[in-house]
């Protein structure tokens, strides 16, 4: 298995794809690498390419707002994405980039050992839980494949652009409390330097 550092430098010097052209920052991820919790969301956007870090801009405040309903905050959960690169103007990233980013999402997985993953909006749950899959009908749901718990919700993004799904977005965080609770996973303890 590789290690932090040696994912880390792999990422920094990828150019299996055209994302690395236009890249500023390779965005890895955030948060408690040993939480039982997983976010991941499809890429990098704006801020977080600037400042490399994940889920930065609106769309990560709304995130962090998010966890605070059900008690957790960005530093007892890691946050990752798909595609460590900001794909041009925010748009969806390709089949190609997203298949070239996937072994190192999968290098991420086995790193963190989480115990329940959270896709957030559909290009993550078509890449984790199933390419067919429908977010509008299937957010919320639950599926456990070789010992991880999966689900997807709204991506904040969307909910930014649509606040009518909100409150869906909300029901599927009550749905994931319960499943921490049921699972007996505490939160990581919150740490300041990740």
């Known amino acids: 298995m590789v290690s932090w550092e040696q994912l880390e430098g792999a990422c920094a010097a990828c150019r299996r794809c055209g994302l690395c052209e236009t890249r500023r920052n390779v965005v890895i ?22 400042q490399g870090r994940a889920f930065v801009g609106p769309a990560g405040q709304l995130l962090d707002r998010m966890l605070a309903c059900i008690g ?29 980013c996937l072994p190192y999402l999968r290098a991420q997985v086995r790193l963190i050992r989480p115990q329940v993953i959270v896709c957030l909006g559909r290009i993550a749950a078509q890449a984790v839980i199933r390419p067919d ?30 606040p009518s799904k909100k409150r869906d977005a909300y029901e599927d965080l009550k749905k994931l409390k319960s499943k921490l609770e049921e699972l007996g996973i505490p939160p990581a303890p919150h740490r300041e330097d990740t």
């Open 133 to 162: 899959f429908r977010i509008t009908r299937e957010h919320g749901q639950w599926v456990e494949r070789k010992g991880y718990w999966l689900t997807a919700t709204y991506h904040p993004s969307a909910l930014l652009r649509d």
């Open 72 to 100: 957790l905050d960005r530093g007892q959960v890691y946050i990752a994405n798909v595609v460590k690169c900001r794909p041009p103007r925010n748009r969806d990233p390709l089949p190609e980039e997203q298949a070239a």
């Open 29 to 50: 991820g955030d948060g408690a690498r040993e939480s039982r919790i997983l976010f991941i969301g499809e890429g990098p956007g704006e801020q977080e390419d600037l």
